[in-house]
């Protein structure tokens, strides 16, 4: 048996772009880009100063997997869920891909209440999600 190493591989590439939904799906296509601003998937043959701004503001297109937003990077219950890919696991405080918990929160407003905006020992330890209580400080 002989093996194949990979410089004897070719990229995948079907450059239909627009069929891709987030920036891992759309990376694995070697002719697309994941622009963050829109979070659209462009053909890498388009100039990024017209495909990826908004506004005044333009940006690279993202080119290497590594640099996708990852659930585990958001730390907070309102940028997990606000991304679209993800859910919230409130008792552990932490965010995992979409799909993966039952009692998981999928929407804004089922986020729990930041720990700095519980007023009180009760509201801070009785709510969901990891708060403590500096009695200190209140």
């Known amino acids: 048996f002989q093996v194949f190493t990979f410089e004897y591989l070719e990229p995948y590439e079907n450059g239909s772009c627009s069929l891709y939904s987030n920036c891992l799906q759309c990376l694995t296509d070697s002719m697309c880009g994941w622009c963050d601003l829109t979070s ?4 890498r043959l388009l100039n990024e100063m017209e495909v990826c701004s ?11 997997p590594a ?10 219950c309102e940028t997990c869920v606000g991304s679209g890919l993800c859910e919230w696991w409130t008792e552990d405080a932490k965010c995992a891909r979409k799909g993966r918990s039952t009692e998981a929160v999928l929407s804004l407003r089922e986020c729990p209440a930041p720990c700095h905006l519980r007023e009180n020992c009760s509201q801070c ?5 990891r708060c403590v209580w500096c009695e200190a400080t209140q």
């Open 40 to 43: 659209l998937c462009y053909s």
């Open 54 to 64: 908004r506004d005044d503001e333009w940006r690279y297109l993202t080119l290497l």
């Open 67 to 76: 640099t996708c937003a990852n659930c585990s990077n958001y730390i907070s």
């Open 125 to 129: 330890l009785d709510d969901r999600g």
